[in-house]
């Protein structure tokens, strides 16, 4: 079981940049979601994608988008960096929607600079 | 608002001894609560939930709703028990998807 991956492991980006992240669930998971956690902090919710639809959205600004493709991997852009868009960004994979257990990746460090 | 709050960002425990991680949480309807946990150099994994009301590696926890808690206790440490736990809560609609966190206890059991 390769669990869920994220690439890259670690990225350096500077101030107004652009940035994808990536993540493939795990075989046979549908539903994909992307936490922010900051150091000190607990993840935050960024985002949900089911079947390749959105169906939840957290407190990020507009700079935050993500999709997820038929092969049910997703990536996460966002524009215009900033110093505290600097965190770990965490992707989850479950096989549906519902009372499932989530699975998280091993996440993305991102340092903007 | 959902919020979730885990008082101690350090806790230090001889082994043997009892652990409790506090978690008090504030939400309007009927919550979901789980507690996630962390090893050294390892994913983030999920330790317990409040509906399946089981004990994983010896760890327990009681949702009070009275109180909003769902403190996390062991009554006898282990060294392994070592890691950063998170308590999160579910918010109604998204099939327990979108999950608010609290700032996470560091456990060190003291050998």
């Known amino acids: 079981d390769a669990g869920v991956t994220q690439s890259p492991t670690h990225l350096i980006k500077t101030r107004g940049q652009q940035v994808t992240l990536r993540c493939s669930p795990i075989s046979g998971h549908k539903s994909v979601s992307w936490y922010q956690q900051v150091l000190g902090q607990g993840p935050q919710f960024i985002f949900q994608y089911y079947e390749k639809e959105e169906r939840g959205r957290g407190n990020f600004p507009d700079r935050f988008s993500a999709r997820q493709f038929p092969n049910y991997s997703s990536e996460l852009n966002v524009n215009a960096l900033l110093l505290g868009d600097s965190a770990l960004y965490l992707c989850?994979?479950?096989?549906?929607?519902?009372?499932?257990?989530?699975?998280f990746g091993s996440g993305t460090q991102l340092s903007v600079l | 608002a959902q919020r979730v709050t885990q008082p101690e960002k350090l806790l230090s425990v001889f082994k043997g001894a009892p652990v409790e991680l506090k978690c008090n949480y504030s939400?309007?309807?009927?919550?979901?609560l789980f507690w996630y946990v962390q090893y050294s150099r390892q994913r983030l994994q999920l330790l317990l939930r409040h509906i399946s009301r089981e004990s994983i590696k010896g760890f327990t926890a009681d949702l009070n709703k009275g109180e909003t808690s769902f403190h996390l206790k062991k009554p006898f440490a282990q060294e392994e028990d070592s890691a950063m736990y998170y308590c999160a809560l579910a918010g109604a609609g998204f099939g327990n998807e979108k999950l608010t966190f609290g700032t996470g206890t560091r456990l060190t059991i003291i050998p």
């Open positions: 939400y309007s309807g009927s919550p979901e």
């Open positions: 989850a994979s479950r096989r549906a929607q519902g009372n499932e257990k989530l699975f």
